[in-house]
C-alpha cells in the first residue's frame, strides 16, 4: 500500500476509469451512439474488480482494482439513461491474457482466445445490457 502514489492513482484511473466514461460520453454529444440505430458499447473490465467474487486477494494491485471496479460502477450507474436511447452497455473481463503488460507475469490465455470469448458473449443473444462478463461466457458477481 505504501507504494500508490496519488500519480499512480491518478494515471491509473485516467486511463482505466475516465477514459472510457469520457469516450462514450462525446460519442453521444456527437449523435454517434444510440438513437434510430441500436448501439453497443462494451467496456474492458476485469475480474479483479469484483468485490462480490473478490479474486486473487493477495495480488495487491490497488489502483488497477479500484479503476476497474469505479469503471464498472458508472457503466451500471449509465444503463438506464443510455438503455432509453437505444445503447446497450456492457462489461467484459478479457482473462489474463498473454499481452506486453502482463510480460514476466505468464498471462494463461492468448489474445485470440480472449477476443474469440468475448465476442461469443457479446453475438449470442444472451442478455448482457448492464452485465459483466469472462470471456469464458461466465457472469461475474459485481
Not at 492513482?9 to 440505430?37: C, E, I, M, R, W
Given at each position: 500500500?505504501?507504494?500508490?502514489?496519488?500519480?499512480?492513482?491518478?494515471?491509473?484511473?485516467a486511463?482505466?476509469?475516465?477514459?472510457?466514461?469520457?469516450?462514450?460520453?462525446?460519442?453521444?454529444?456527437h449523435?454517434?451512439?444510440?438513437?434510430?440505430?441500436?448501439?453497443?458499447?462494451?467496456?474492458?473490465?476485469?475480474?479483479?474488480?469484483?468485490?462480490?467474487?473478490?479474486?486473487?486477494?493477495?495480488?495487491?494491485?490497488?489502483?488497477?482494482?479500484?479503476?476497474?471496479?469505479?469503471?464498472?460502477?458508472?457503466?451500471?450507474?449509465?444503463?438506464?439513461?443510455?438503455?432509453?436511447k437505444?445503447?446497450?452497455?456492457?462489461?467484459?473481463?478479457?482473462?489474463?491474457?498473454?499481452?506486453?503488460?502482463?510480460?514476466?507475469?505468464?498471462?494463461?490465455?492468448?489474445?485470440?482466445?480472449?477476443?474469440?470469448?468475448?465476442?461469443?458473449?457479446?453475438?449470442?443473444?444472451?442478455?448482457?445490457?448492464?452485465?459483466?462478463?469472462?470471456?469464458?461466457?461466465?457472469?461475474?458477481?459485481?
Amino acid at each position: 500500500m505504501a507504494d500508490v502514489s496519488p500519480k499512480i492513482l491518478n494515471d491509473t484511473f485516467a486511463v482505466n476509469t475516465l477514459g472510457p466514461f469520457l469516450v462514450t460520453q462525446q460519442l453521444l454529444k456527437h449523435g454517434l451512439l444510440g438513437g434510430y440505430s441500436p448501439s453497443l458499447c462494451v467496456y474492458t473490465s476485469s475480474i479483479m474488480a469484483s468485490m462480490g467474487g473478490f479474486a486473487f486477494p493477495n495480488a495487491k494491485v490497488y489502483a488497477y482494482r479500484a479503476s476497474k471496479a469505479a469503471l464498472n460502477m458508472l457503466v451500471r450507474t449509465s444503463v438506464e439513461e443510455l438503455t432509453a436511447k437505444n445503447i446497450t452497455s456492457v462489461l467484459l473481463h478479457p482473462g489474463y491474457v498473454a499481452t506486453d503488460m502482463t510480460a514476466g507475469q505468464s498471462g494463461t490465455i492468448s489474445t485470440v482466445e480472449s477476443i474469440t470469448g468475448q465476442l461469443k458473449v457479446i453475438e449470442d443473444g444472451r442478455p448482457v445490457n448492464g452485465k459483466f462478463y469472462s470471456y469464458t461466457g461466465d457472469e461475474l458477481a459485481w
